[in-house]
């Protein structure tokens, strides 16, 4: 063997190996996993070749351990986590592979005592902290020609294609917020959509009236959509506040049944930011019912203004609607049946 056919090899930091065998944990969780920490790599720079701190993850057949899965090794660390999920993962990488300190709760074997592992290779070479990603000219175009536009352009294919690869599908939580118009008309529409592909759908309207005979309304008869309307009109029309209150309580009690039915795939809570904003119903405990109790592949449409923070942070889409024009401040027009009723 000539000197030529040595094999090169650039600089690297750590390795990262996740079994995906099936003895310890479904293979497609290792998977996963691995998909999920490229995206971490990608996001950190740690993928880079030409960083000498880069990260290499490796999906392997099986790490002799067959239970407690799945299972994660961090090299030449030595260290070995057990049960790691996308939450444990997501933890190890911030605190371990970018802060160079092991999670101590997730691990069950090393192969050195604690503090006395492999130093950084990167810090032994004299090389940690010394790659910087290319900058952009001041003209506007990347290192390899490419405009901001287009980079980002890029970057979001690449968002997209990690998506496809994942194929990753959740239940969504879907605020429309603002105070522009359309907050109501946007969920219909998703609504539509779904009731178009035999999805099971239904709504509870929190303020409107009951007794309301609005243009969806009749739609949603004809096409067998559960509607209910547990209102007594707009709070600021309202004659009776504390039946207001009352009837926004008992809406909310109707939605959890519907909710935690597992009838539906999708479910529109019309205007019930309100009873949340006004105090009515306290936001956090509905939050935590939510997260209990909400099917995990039920889509969840919430509407209306004033949207509270922690609803926010805990929403997966959020929408402010914000009004440019309006017809009835800008030429007296009223609202149209058909188009706003």
Known sequence: MTTADTPSMRLYGRHVF???????????????????????????????????ERVKCSIVDCLGVCSGGPVMVVYPDGIWYHHVDEAALDRIYRE???GGRPVEDLIF?????????PPYAPTVRGDAGTWQPDEA?????????????????????????????????????IINTGTG???????????TRAWGRKMRVGILQFLKNENARFGEIKAGERMG????STGDGWSWTSQDMAETQA??????????????SGAYDLFVLDEFTYPLHYGWLDTNEVIAWLEANKPPMLHLIITGRFAPQPLIDYADLVTEMREI????????????????Y
């Open 109 to 117: 074997h090393r192969l050195y005592p604690p503090d006395q592992e």
């Open 18 to 52: 996740i079994c995906h065998h099936g003895n310890c944990a479904p293979p497609n969780e290792g998977e996963n996993l691995h998909r999920r920490f490229l995206e971490l790599n990608r996001a950190h720079s740690l993928n880079k070749l030409r960083n000498p």
């Open 96 to 98: 371990h592979i970018v």
């Open 247 to 260: 009837k926004a309580r008992h809406g909310w009690q109707v939605a959890q049944e519907r909710i935690r």
């Open 325 to 340: 024009k309006h017809p009835l401040k800008e030429q007296g027009i009223r609202a149209q049946a058909g188009i706003e």
């Open 225 to 228: 959509i559960d509607w209910v």
């Open 181 to 191: 118009k359309g907050k109501t008309t946007a969920a219909l529409g998703v609504m």
């Open 137 to 173: 000219p001041a003209n506007g175009q990347s290192s390899t020609g490419q405009t901001e536009e287009s980079t980002t352009a890029t970057d979001a294919e690449a968002i997209r294609a990690a998506a496809r690869r994942a194929r990753k599908k959740k239940g969504l939580v």
